[in-house]
């Protein structure tokens, strides 16, 4: 089945510094990776998400890179905010075989932004 | 408005007890899933469902059980409680076409067991 890796598990930076969160993922037939953020006592919620047929993603200050080659993709975000202090995780799925789309996530990240 | 809700959001109990956490989503959703996130963070997939009447174990084994009788609830059931139960409990659905379109995930249930 499929194995998602995630890295740093905590990340430390000053507000206004980028930060950048980092996934492997083992099947090379998963064709979606989406990003989750997950305030303390709060659920997962889908950020951005990118498709294999694209390389890289944007929305504001949070961007997602895909390399299908090497199997990892990335979370991007600039000029951080104490307000994206958070858990953030990564998510891979194959729709096809008998995982049937089903979300494999990673270990998840605690970013802390420090004012 | 189209969400997905979970009750009771903190349940303390005793050993030996039986619980049923609610799940219940109104976006006709067809697959509907249970994780288990422990305090080190990680999201572990304890059971799932494609639709009325299926029902499938994840990838972490658990003594709960779940049911799908219809297609907007989807509860877990603990037959006896245990300390080692003691965790958050997330329940999350997706669009038909599966995690093309991502997971909404639920407010969870904490639920403590002394």
């Known amino acids: 089945g499929e194995n998602v890796e995630q890295h740093p598990s905590t990340l430390s930076v000053q507000e206004g510094d980028s930060a950048v969160i980092k996934c492997t993922y083992s099947?090379?037939?998963?064709?979606?990776f989406p990003w989750y953020k997950q305030e303390l006592g709060k659920r997962p919620q889908l950020i951005i998400d990118?498709?294999?047929?694209?390389g890289e993603k944007k929305d504001q200050r949070i961007a997602v890179t895909l390399n299908k080659t090497a199997k990892h993709f990335s979370l991007h975000i600039t000029e951080t905010q104490p307000e994206d202090s958070a858990v953030y995780f990564c998510?891979?799925?194959?729709?096809?075989?008998?995982?049937?789309?089903?979300?494999?996530f990673g270990q998840g990240t605690i970013l802390t932004v420090h004012p | 408005e189209a969400d997905i809700y979970q009750t009771p959001r903190y349940l303390v109990i005793g050993t030996g007890k039986k619980i049923t956490l609610e799940c219940s989503q109104t976006?006709?959703?067809?697959?509907m899933y249970w994780y288990q996130q422990d305090p080190g963070m990680e999201l572990h997939l304890i059971h799932y469902?494609?639709?009325?009447?299926?029902?499938e174990k994840g990838d972490l084994s658990s003594e709960s059980t779940v049911s799908r009788i219809r297609t907007e609830h989807f509860p877990l059931t603990l037959e006896s409680a245990r300390p080692s139960h003691t965790s958050q409990y997330l329940c999350?659905?997706?669009?038909?076409?599966?995690?093309?379109?991502?997971?909404?995930f639920g407010s969870g249930t904490r639920l403590t067991v002394v």
């Open positions: 099947d090379s037939a998963s064709n979606y």
């Open positions: 999350a659905s997706s669009e038909p076409q599966g995690a093309l379109y991502g997971y909404t």
């Open positions: 990118i498709r294999s047929n694209v």
């Open positions: 469902s494609y639709g009325v009447n299926s029902t």
């Open positions: 976006m006709g959703h067809d697959k």
């Open positions: 998510a891979a799925s194959n729709p096809g075989g008998t995982s049937y789309g089903k979300l494999t």
